[in-house]
């Protein structure tokens, strides 16, 4: 029953629009009769008109009633709307009355004075609904000064609060405070509501914002609600990275230090328009001149932007640093680059700082070494990275941390272990993506495994540097397994060798199998023979419940 | 030459020329609009630059996700039923008439007007790596790469014969005449390979000899004929001939070239004919092929454990790992489209057994193949499919399956494809695909392909007797659930 209220409550903003039209059409056709070629309402449809005007008034400000019960309006407005429907269905019924009595000479009043209440109710209903500034937020822009300088901007008052101003505050704010919560000002933001505060400095993954913010859009507490204005993805990761750096609110944004990414998003947050993209006709004349001249392949990688790809792999040895130099004229309009296979060296990937918007780099198979890859650290955009085959160490890998877009890194053949690869991808910002990096880390392991096997190795020290020519001998099979699923992996002979691992009370992994966080030593459970730590409870009663779902992860054991 | 010579052949070049005006001009009016097609100078965009082919498309529709595509094609059709759509009602009614239901009016190869009966799968299946795709037994290599793969289930066709239904799969259509996916690729983007074509054909078989392969599945059709694919010999060098007789060196052969192109030269000034830069571009391949193809060929940089990887025992030998192998070096020599033909998937009867000999012979290579471009990093642009023209019955015929056109599996991997998730479904019987918004007809599969490298199928078009051709016909529909 009490839904069925809440039904009929919910409706109060659709009726109400009825006597609205009512009475409104009501007066203008009484108006209309001031003319003497317009006809005039007979009496009888008056009687009619009058009647239903009053009966669905009478019913509105029943909704209404229903409506306010629900709670989160502001309590004067809501009084004073409350107030003035009342007066409308009142005066409706002693309209009625004064028609019937046949009273003339007061009725023209009687009905200008309905559509005037009938107005201002009607006025402060919608400010209940939209806010306060919905009939002037349009000018707002404007009005708002906006620094220049992104780096001078306050964080809180110029980025954060302009986005939850717009987007959050008509159902939370001054006018209609759901949830009694408000983030019109920062004293309430940081009150919070009724089911706490609304999100927890340092930590995104606790914060009740966040997480409704990423509930699907046809879940009931995702925020904001359907229907109305959606937070885009540039909003939703700026207020993250707001929370992720401890929701500071007197901050200037360069004091924060935000990774490129996040300054473009600020930026445009700002106002401030973006560089633009290189020009896509003189960059597609400078890529036909170097394509002649270097005879590389340098293609326009779709039919609008200006985005090329260019690919030396086929000049092997002829193509080195001087003539990666020479493709400065179409460097920020590279998206892709193969230089795998070349003659590049360290010094020439100086020439890579200029490639801003790279997005795929190969430098497999070249005498890149840890040294060359300091270079790498302006790519803000780079997303795939192959390294195959080259003298990569763990060292030169930890310098990869400034890349925030890497996704892909190609390691095979090369110096890297799993240990330092996992540490890379744990030093990356967004510790929810870590999970992308997990089948690489497997993969990786999986191909020492193999290595260390068929090489006959049998030492514990990481796989010698693949240079080149010795590539034939250090290179192992990576088994194909004939089981299905990912196999469990075994604890190493290596492993075995080292101190730790002879200690009981030592988990075998670093990560929780379950979740990938760093694990909590007291949470720990024994399976097949190994000790496994856990993060919390929660993920090893998970794991406890099916243990075979999570194989995969325990091999990322120290 | 005396006077009365020379004056006798000017007035046999005016009769000539008067007799064949009309003729020529037409014949040259029909050219030049196909030369316009490649004369970039015509056409306003430089399709062609220094006798090198850059696509007709000059840059992709939108950003490619692949650049190039290994086809192995299972020739003969593999029966979906036993390798990747397990059908567990179809096993409980193993031996009993097949529901005529399913089966009224409907076409069927070589079990036309006889008993049906259903035909359960004797193979194992495995929910295979974190994707859970029920793969066969048979497969095991396939099912430890599950999380690679996206295994689509609600194929069909329309050709129920093995060669149209090759040329369905190849050119969306079973008229002779029209180009096959290859050359559509090396028409519109070109090819990157400057040594090799860009279209490379390579042939296996077994056990026994299967269905040959007709060579008109890689004919370039009514596009000039430097987009046909070029058939590779699986056994001993690729190409044969391929070195200087004794007494002819590099620099003579070079010599020589570049004579019989100036001569061409002037034959396609006068004629306008683009199968004369076909042949001229020939030429100048077939020469830095010389090169090329012997260090293509050298597999002897190939480590062991590669070789393991594959399961190939000797480079060369002509099987199917082999050309996985040499699959993988032409990838990396930047051809756009390899097509590897495994002829042996035809089982009509004797399916137990021949199914086990034959995924023996194809599922470690095709895995390792995929497992291999994986780690050299080449997967993120490298699309894989895998799959034969047609499907197979789930109705016995004797101890083997018939040809199917209604529902059969393939997989692809890389290139942009989702990796790790299963599209389409069949009915309970796997007789045939689901009809909702998942269903891949080849046209679709047409279209989802040139999607990957960018290329908006109903955009590719080339004009021929008066109408424009693609692809996809005028069908088509990009599977955009598969892209990731």
């Given at each position: 029953?009490?839904?069925?209220?809440?039904?009929?409550?919910?409706?109060?903003?659709?009726?109400?629009?009825?006597?609205?039209?009512?009475?409104?059409?009501?007066?203008?056709?009484?108006?209309?009769?001031?003319?003497?070629?317009?006809?005039?309402?007979?009496?009888?449809?008056?009687?009619?008109?009058?009647?239903?005007?009053?009966?669905?008034?009478?019913?509105?400000?029943?909704?209404?009633?229903?409506?306010?019960?629900?709670?989160?309006?502001?309590?004067?407005?809501?009084?004073?709307?409350?107030?003035?429907?009342?007066?409308?269905?009142?005066?409706?019924?002693?309209?009625?009355?004064?028609?019937?009595?046949?009273?003339?000479?007061?009725?023209?009043?009687?009905?200008?004075?309905?559509?005037?209440?009938?107005?201002?109710?009607?006025?402060?209903?919608?400010?209940?609904?939209?806010?306060?500034?919905?009939?002037?937020?349009?000018?707002?822009?404007?009005?708002?000064?906006?620094?220049?300088?992104?780096?001078?901007?306050?964080?809180?008052?110029?980025?954060?609060?302009?986005?939850?101003?717009?987007?959050?505050?008509?159902?939370?704010?001054?006018?209609?405070?759901?949830?009694?919560?408000?983030?019109?000002?920062?004293?309430?933001?940081?009150?919070?509501?009724?089911?706490?505060?609304?999100?927890?400095?340092?930590?995104?993954?606790?914060?009740?914002?966040?997480?409704?913010?990423?509930?699907?859009?046809?879940?009931?507490?995702?925020?904001?609600?359907?229907?109305?204005?959606?937070?885009?993805?540039?909003?939703?990761?700026?207020?993250?990275?707001?929370?992720?750096?401890?929701?500071?609110?007197?901050?200037?944004?360069?004091?924060?230090?935000?990774?490129?990414?996040?300054?473009?998003?600020?930026?445009?947050?700002?106002?401030?328009?973006?560089?633009?993209?290189?020009?896509?006709?003189?960059?597609?004349?400078?890529?036909?001149?170097?394509?002649?001249?270097?005879?590389?392949?340098?293609?326009?990688?779709?039919?609008?932007?200006?985005?090329?790809?260019?690919?030396?792999?086929?000049?092997?040895?002829?193509?080195?640093?001087?003539?990666?130099?020479?493709?400065?004229?179409?460097?920020?309009?590279?998206?892709?680059?193969?230089?795998?296979?070349?003659?590049?060296?360290?010094?020439?990937?100086?020439?890579?700082?200029?490639?801003?918007?790279?997005?795929?780099?190969?430098?497999?198979?070249?005498?890149?070494?840890?040294?060359?890859?300091?270079?790498?650290?302006?790519?803000?955009?780079?997303?795939?990275?192959?390294?195959?085959?080259?003298?990569?160490?763990?060292?030169?890998?930890?310098?990869?941390?400034?890349?925030?877009?890497?996704?892909?890194?190609?390691?095979?053949?090369?110096?890297?272990?799993?240990?330092?690869?996992?540490?890379?991808?744990?030093?990356?910002?967004?510790?929810?993506?870590?999970s992308?990096?997990k089948a690489?880390?497997a993969?990786?392991?999986?191909?020492?495994?193999?290595?260390?096997?068929?090489?006959?190795?049998?030492?514990?020290?990481?796989?010698?540097?693949?240079?080149?020519?010795?590539?034939?001998?250090?290179?192992?099979?990576?088994?194909v397994k004939s089981t299905p699923k990912p196999a469990p992996?075994?604890?190493?002979?290596?492993?075995?060798?080292?101190?730790?691992?002879?200690?009981?009370?030592?988990?075998?992994?670093?990560?929780?199998p379950v979740?990938?966080?760093?694990?909590?030593?007291?949470?720990?459970?024994?399976?097949?023979?190994?000790?496994?730590?856990?993060?919390?409870?929660?993920?090893?009663?998970r794991f406890?419940a099916n243990p075979g779902k999570f194989p995969l992860k325990?091999?990322?054991?120290? | 030459?005396?006077?009365?010579?020379?004056?006798?052949?000017?007035?046999?070049?005016?009769?000539?020329?008067?007799?064949?005006?009309?003729?020529?001009?037409?014949?040259?009016?029909?050219?030049?609009?196909?030369?316009?097609?490649?004369?970039?100078?015509?056409?306003?965009?430089?399709?062609?630059?220094?006798?090198?082919?850059?696509?007709?498309?000059?840059?992709?529709?939108?950003?490619?996700?692949?650049?190039?595509?290994?086809?192995?094609?299972?020739?003969?059709?593999?029966?979906h039923v036993d390798l990747f759509d397990p059908k567990p009602?179809?096993?409980?009614?193993?031996?009993?008439?097949?529901?005529?239901?399913?089966?009224?009016?409907?076409?069927?190869?070589?079990?036309?007007?006889?008993?049906?009966?259903?035909?359960?799968s004797?193979f194992g299946f495995k929910r295979c790596g974190l994707a859970g795709h029920m793969i066969s037994d048979l497969l095991p290599h396939t099912q430890a790469i599950a999380d690679d793969i996206c295994v689509i289930r609600s194929?069909?066709?329309?050709?129920?014969?093995?060669?149209?239904?090759?040329?369905?799969?190849?050119?969306?259509?079973?008229?002779?005449?029209?180009?096959?996916?290859?050359?559509?690729?090396?028409?519109?983007?070109?090819?990157?390979?400057?040594?090799?074509?860009?279209?490379?054909?390579?042939?296996?078989?077994?056990?026994?000899?299967?269905?040959?392969?007709?060579?008109?599945?890689?004919?370039?059709?009514?596009?000039?004929?430097?987009?046909?694919?070029?058939?590779?010999?699986?056994?001993?060098?690729?190409?044969?001939?391929?070195?200087?007789?004794?007494?002819?060196?590099?620099?003579?052969?070079?010599?020589?070239?570049?004579?019989?192109?100036?001569?061409?030269?002037?034959?396609?000034?006068?004629?306008?004919?683009?199968?004369?830069?076909?042949?001229?571009?020939?030429?100048?391949?077939?020469?830095?092929?010389?090169?090329?193809?012997?260090?293509?060929?050298?597999?002897?940089?190939?480590?062991?454990?590669?070789?393991?990887?594959?399961?190939?025992?000797?480079?060369?030998?002509?099987?199917?790992?082999?050309?996985?192998?040499?699959?993988?070096?032409?990838?990396?020599?930047?051809?756009?489209?390899?097509?590897?033909?495994?002829?042996?998937?035809?089982?009509?009867?004797?399916?137990?057994?021949?199914?086990?000999?034959?995924?023996?012979?194809?599922?470690?290579?095709?895995a390792?193949?995929v497992?291999?471009?994986?780690?050299?990093?080449?997967?993120?642009?490298?699309?894989?499919?895998w799959?034969?023209?047609?499907?197979?019955?789930?109705?016995?015929?004797?101890?083997?399956?018939?040809?199917?056109?209604?529902?059969?599996s393939v997989w692809m991997a890389?290139?942009?494809i989702k990796p790790g998730i299963t599209w389409g479904s069949t009915?309970?019987?796997g007789?045939?695909?689901i009809?909702?918004?998942q269903?891949?007809?080849?046209?679709?599969?047409?279209?989802?392909?040139?999607?990957?490298?960018?290329?908006?199928?109903?955009?590719?078009?080339?004009?021929?007797?008066?109408?424009?051709?693609?692809?996809?016909?005028?069908?088509?529909?990009?599977?955009?659930g598969i892209?990731a």
């Amino acid at each position: 029953m009490d839904q069925l209220w809440l039904l009929l409550g919910r409706l109060h903003p659709v009726a109400v629009h009825l006597p609205i039209g009512i009475f409104v059409l009501l007066a203008l056709v009484e108006l209309g009769a001031l003319f003497p070629r317009v006809q005039r309402l007979t009496p009888a449809l008056r009687t009619f008109v009058l009647a239903v005007g009053a009966l669905f008034a009478l019913a509105t400000a029943f909704f209404g009633w229903l409506l306010a019960r629900d709670g989160g309006y502001d309590a004067t407005l809501l009084d004073r709307h409350q107030n003035l429907g009342l007066a409308v269905a009142a005066l409706a019924f002693v309209l009625l009355a004064v028609h019937l009595l046949g009273w003339r000479r007061i009725y023209g009043g009687a009905l200008a004075l309905t559509v005037l209440v009938l107005a201002v109710a009607g006025h402060f209903g919608g400010v209940l609904t939209h806010g306060e500034s919905y009939l002037t937020a349009f000018a707002a822009p404007a009005t708002r000064q906006t620094p220049t300088d992104p780096a001078r901007a306050n964080v809180f008052t110029d980025v954060i609060h302009p986005i939850l101003q717009q987007r959050c505050v008509s159902c939370h704010g001054p006018t209609k405070s759901n949830g009694d919560l408000r983030y019109d000002t920062l004293e309430h933001l940081l009150a919070g509501g009724k089911t706490g505060p609304a999100f927890k400095p340092g930590n995104v993954t606790a914060s009740l914002m966040i997480k409704r913010m990423h509930l699907p859009l046809d879940a009931k507490e995702h925020m904001p609600p359907k229907g109305k204005p959606q937070l885009t993805d540039d909003e939703a990761t700026l207020l993250e990275w707001w929370i992720e750096a401890g929701a500071p609110t007197e901050k200037r944004v360069a004091e924060l230090a935000p990774p490129p990414l996040i300054a473009e998003m600020i930026a445009a947050q700002l106002g401030i328009p973006p560089t633009p993209p290189p020009d896509r006709a003189a960059m597609l004349a400078a890529a036909e001149a170097i394509e002649r001249e270097l005879d590389i392949i340098v293609r326009p990688l779709s039919a609008d932007g200006p985005w090329l790809a260019a690919n030396a792999r086929l000049q092997l040895e002829k193509f080195g640093d001087a003539q990666l130099a020479r493709l400065a004229p179409i460097a920020p309009a590279l998206y892709w680059l193969d230089l795998g296979e070349t003659a590049v060296t360290d010094a020439g990937l100086a020439s890579l700082a200029a490639m801003k918007n790279l997005r795929r780099l190969h430098l497999d198979r070249t005498a890149v070494t840890d040294a060359g890859l300091a270079h790498l650290a302006p790519l803000g955009q780079l997303e795939s990275l192959n390294l195959h085959a080259t003298r990569i160490t763990n060292t030169g890998l930890q310098t990869l941390r400034a890349l925030p877009r890497l996704r892909s890194l190609y390691l095979w053949q090369t110096g890297v272990t799993p240990d330092g690869l996992e540490k890379l991808a744990r030093a990356q910002t967004d510790q929810r993506k870590i999970s992308r990096w997990k089948a690489q880390i497997a993969q990786l392991e999986a191909n020492i495994r193999a290595e260390h096997f068929t090489a006959n190795l049998g030492s514990p020290q990481p796989p010698v540097p693949a240079a080149t020519e010795t590539t034939a001998k250090i290179v192992a099979p990576t088994k194909v397994k004939s089981t299905p699923k990912p196999a469990p992996v075994t604890v190493t002979e290596e492993a075995d060798d080292e101190p730790n691992s002879a200690a009981p009370a030592a988990p075998v992994n670093a990560t929780c199998p379950v979740s990938g966080e760093p694990i909590d030593a007291a949470v720990t459970e024994m399976f097949d023979g190994k000790l496994i730590g856990f993060c919390c409870e929660d993920c090893r009663a998970r794991f406890r419940a099916n243990p075979g779902k999570f194989p995969l992860k325990i091999a990322t054991q120290r | 030459m005396t006077p009365s010579d020379l004056h006798h052949l000017r007035a046999q070049q005016v009769a000539w020329s008067r007799r064949t005006f009309l003729g020529k001009s037409a014949q040259a009016l029909g050219s030049l609009a196909l030369g316009s097609l490649l004369n970039p100078r015509l056409l306003g965009a430089a399709s062609e630059v220094d006798g090198r082919w850059r696509g007709m498309l000059r840059a992709p529709h939108f950003m490619p996700r692949a650049k190039r595509i290994i086809h192995l094609c299972m020739a003969g059709g593999p029966s979906h039923v036993d390798l990747f759509d397990p059908k567990p009602i179809l096993n409980r009614l193993h031996g009993q008439p097949f529901p005529e239901s399913f089966t009224r009016g409907q076409q069927l190869a070589q079990l036309q007007n006889t008993v049906l009966l259903a035909r359960g799968s004797t193979f194992g299946f495995k929910r295979c790596g974190l994707a859970g795709h029920m793969i066969s037994d048979l497969l095991p290599h396939t099912q430890a790469i599950a999380d690679d793969i996206c295994v689509i289930r609600s194929m069909h066709t329309e050709q129920i014969n093995h060669d149209p239904a090759h040329a369905f799969m190849n050119t969306g259509s079973i008229i002779k005449g029209r180009p096959s996916m290859g050359s559509w690729l090396l028409y519109g983007l070109g090819s990157e390979a400057e040594n090799l074509p860009g279209y490379v054909v390579l042939m296996s078989n077994g056990p026994g000899a299967d269905q040959p392969v007709s060579a008109r599945q890689w004919s370039s059709g009514f596009l000039p004929s430097r987009f046909q694919g070029v058939q590779f010999q699986s056994k001993g060098s690729p190409v044969h001939y391929v070195g200087n007789p004794d007494g002819v060196c590099q620099s003579t052969q070079r010599q020589v070239i570049e004579e019989v192109a100036r001569l061409n030269g002037f034959h396609a000034e006068q004629s306008l004919d683009p199968e004369i830069q076909t042949r001229i571009a020939q030429y100048e391949l077939a020469f830095k092929m010389q090169t090329s193809v012997p260090d293509l060929a050298d597999m002897s940089s190939e480590p062991q454990s590669i070789r393991d990887l594959y399961g190939v025992k000797n480079p060369g030998d002509g099987s199917f790992a082999s050309n996985c192998l040499l699959a993988r070096r032409l990838a990396e020599r930047g051809v756009r489209f390899i097509q590897l033909y495994h002829r042996g998937w035809d089982h009509h009867g004797d399916l137990d057994n021949r199914m086990q000999q034959v995924c023996k012979l194809c599922d470690q290579a095709s895995a390792a193949l995929v497992q291999d471009l994986k780690q050299r990093g080449m997967l993120e642009d490298t699309l894989v499919l895998w799959g034969g023209e047609f499907g197979r019955t789930p109705m016995g015929q004797g101890t083997g399956r018939d040809h199917h056109i209604n529902a059969f599996s393939v997989w692809m991997a890389g290139g942009g494809i989702k990796p790790g998730i299963t599209w389409g479904s069949t009915d309970e019987l796997g007789y045939k695909y689901i009809p909702d918004d998942q269903a891949m007809h080849v046209h679709d599969l047409h279209a989802t392909m040139l999607a990957t490298f960018g290329i908006d199928h109903t955009k590719l078009t080339y004009r021929s007797q008066g109408r424009d051709f693609r692809l996809t016909d005028v069908h088509g529909k990009v599977a955009t659930g598969i892209l990731a």
